[in-house]
DNA sequence: GGGGGAATAT
DNA sequence: CATATTCCCC
């Protein structure tokens, strides 16, 4: 038996509890990974890897398709980024997607509405922003599962050993993965945010996977992250309000008013990306961070006066050793300077290609440079920033977990360590935690 | 009585 | 905590 009808066989037996499921699916998927850009490609490697996929990594799109063509069989899914040197990246999707008929994965830097809607169109089934999640990565498998299923139910062919009357994935619990959220968000904007009724959003999604109920649902939350965006918004401007009235009549007060502190947090937050982990918790995450801000009277009366660069400000309040390495593992320094090259020796994955061709980011630091994939994240922040539309609060709190690019990994190796050492090769991600999370990441 | 949305359960 | 289910209202 094939590990995919192995996959359809047990998907219908029983009905194991979800984690669980999550847990064993994987196992041996093969998955073939393809980006040109070559650190992000072993990043992707070693993340599938820990959770027990098959990898093989091409940089060259003309070669996935090569590969593809010969044995197509080989693989369950393909991950491809959608900007490539060698041809469009969006053909390649439609050509893997739609052509060949194989289940296959967008890759970007951002979560782009348009970029992610041409994606559905050019038949991508899901995305993943860079850099990418192990929890999100983790459950690709559906797509393969979903696809046999669908396969199935078209050509009227179950399998043997199945049983029509056992539970699909459609009667478990739905996953709002960003891919279907995207969808969603994309009915509500069509529909206008007001109008959007349950019914219509269903009908326009056209997702057999998810029901009306569950679209009700998710809409009720989605709606209330807006709600608690709005009333944000609100509060900010009425501070904005009172300092400034405060300034004409002259009054400044030699305590730290909640108006002040407030107008510091805006002021930091348009110069450091912990706006965005704000947009997701809310006002209330504000308060424990505000200890620590309202202690140091001086700054906050610099600040007051714009005497003081917010960065700075921003720095003392997280290394004062209050937060420590583990909840608190954003340095600036991470995302400003790379960190010194890991070891490249020990890659977990079939590389494909000639490697001698291909960008080396140790002899090429400055090529490098442009394309690391933590340095990303400005470039997401600024574009959630520049978008007029209400902020999309669900993908954002998603989105705040992107800023360490391995805290996963490392929260995963940590956790396996203690359990069992069954995990297939931690070299690569164990050096990658070991840089990205030392002290001596270099400060600003 | 079907559907929307808040409340509540899992 | 995210998603599902219930409940109440129109």
Redesign the pocket.
């Known amino acids: 038996m094939s590990k995919i009808e192995a996959v359809h066989v047990s998907l219908n037996r029983a009905a194991p509890r979800q984690s669980r499921v999550n847990a064993n699916f994987p196992e041996g998927l093969s998955v073939l990974v393809v980006d040109d850009n070559v650190v992000c490609l072993k990043v992707v490697a070693a993340v599938l890897n820990k959770c027990r996929y098959k990898v093989t990594a091409t940089t060259k799109a003309t070669e996935a398709l090569k590969i593809l063509r010969k044995n197509k069989k080989s693989y369950d899914i393909v991950i491809t980024d959608v900007i490539m040197l060698d041809m469009n990246g969006f053909e390649l999707l439609e050509i893997i997607g739609l052509e060949m008929d194989m289940p296959v994965i967008m890759m970007s830097a951002n979560d782009d509405k348009e970029l992610v809607m041409k994606g559905v169109r050019h038949g991508a089934r899901d995305y993943l922003i860079k850099p990418i999640r192990l929890e999100e990565v983790k459950n690709i498998w559906q797509h393969v599962v979903r696809k046999i299923l669908f396969n199935a139910t078209k050509f009227g062919t179950m399998q043997a050993g199945t049983d029509q009357n056992l539970p699909i994935p459609s009667s478990?619990?739905?996953?709002?993965?960003a891919m279907l959220?995207s969808k969603f968000v994309d009915a509500v904007r069509q529909l206008g945010v007001?109008k959007?009724?349950?019914?219509?959003i269903?009908e326009i999604m056209n997702e057999p996977e998810?029901?009306?109920?569950?679209v009700?649902?998710?809409?009720?939350?989605y709606?209330?992250a807006l709600r608690k965006e709005n009333t944000k918004a609100k509060m900010s401007q009425e501070s904005e309000n009172n300092i400034n009235s405060n300034k004409t009549n002259g009054l400044l007060s030699n305590t730290i008013t909640t108006s002040c502190i407030n107008q510091g947090l805006n002021t930091i937050n348009h110069h450091n990306i912990f706006a965005e982990q704000d947009m997701s918790t809310g006002i209330t995450s504000f308060g424990s961070q505000l200890q620590t801000f309202g202690a140091s009277t001086s700054n906050a009366k610099l600040l007051q006066q714009n005497q003081l660069p917010p960065k700075v400000v921003v720095d003392q309040i997280f290394n004062t050793g209050q937060f420590g390495p583990s909840n608190m593992p954003v340095g600036f320094g991470h995302y400003s300077c790379p960190p010194t090259p890991f070891n490249l020796a020990s890659v977990p994955f079939q590389m494909l290609g000639d490697a001698s061709n291909q960008l080396n980011p140790i002899s090429q630091p400055d090529s490098l440079a442009t394309l690391l994939p933590w340095q990303h994240e400005g470039r997401n922040v600024a574009n959630l920033k520049s978008k007029e539309e209400p902020i999309d609060s669900?993908r954002k709190?998603?989105f705040v977990r992107h800023r360490y690019p391995f805290e996963n990994i490392e929260r995963q190796i940590n956790s396996h360590h203690n359990n069992s050492n069954s995990f297939l090769d931690d070299d690569l991600v164990s050096i990658m935690v070991k840089q990205f999370s030392s002290n001596s990441a270099p400060k600003l």
């Open positions: 478990k619990r739905v996953s709002w993965t959220h007001d959007a009724a349950p019914k219509k269903f998810i029901s009306r109920r569950s009700a649902s998710h809409l009720q939350k709606r209330n669900i709190a998603q």
